[in-house]
Nanobody, 121 residues
Framework: QVQLVESGGGFVQAGGSLKLSCTAS????????MGWYRQAPGKQRELVAT???????IYADSVKERFTISRDDANNRMYLQMNSLKPGDTANYYC???????????????WGSGTQVTVSS
């Protein structure tokens, strides 16, 4: 079984920083693109940032220049460094990974259960 577990969320004042981590564990043959998504109350889940296996990154316009996504393939981990946080960044943040549990299985999307980030004004 594959599991994605997020950590690092919490409560922070506007202008502060947090670093989220996502660890993938279980039967993992290969990981392709990984990403962070977020969902605020009453809103749809939205993309925050993604990173490919080659290190190519994409960011939502709302987080550019403030957030940095990175990955550590040796340990099946991904990070999101969040700086200059705003109240509008308040949401549950989810880790996503497109991976193969074994060589003969297709690429499949997996999700973590989320970590809450709350930014006060």
């Amino acid at each position: 079984q594959v599991q994605l577990v997020e950590s690092g969320g919490g409560f922070v004042q506007a202008g502060g920083s947090l670093k989220l981590s996502c660890t993938a564990s279980g039967s993992i043959f290969s990981i392709n693109t990984m990403g962070w998504y977020r969902q605020a109350p009453g809103k749809q889940r939205e993309l925050v940032a993604t990173i490919t296996s080659r290190g190519l990154t994409i960011y939502a316009d709302s987080v550019k220049e403030r957030f940095t996504i990175s990955r550590d393939d040796a340990n099946n981990r991904m990070y999101l460094q969040m700086n200059s946080l705003k109240p509008g960044d308040t949401a549950n943040y989810y880790c996503n990974a497109q991976l193969k549990p074994t060589a003969w299985r297709p690429w499949t999307d997996y999700w973590g259960s989320g970590t809450q980030v709350t930014v006060s004004s």
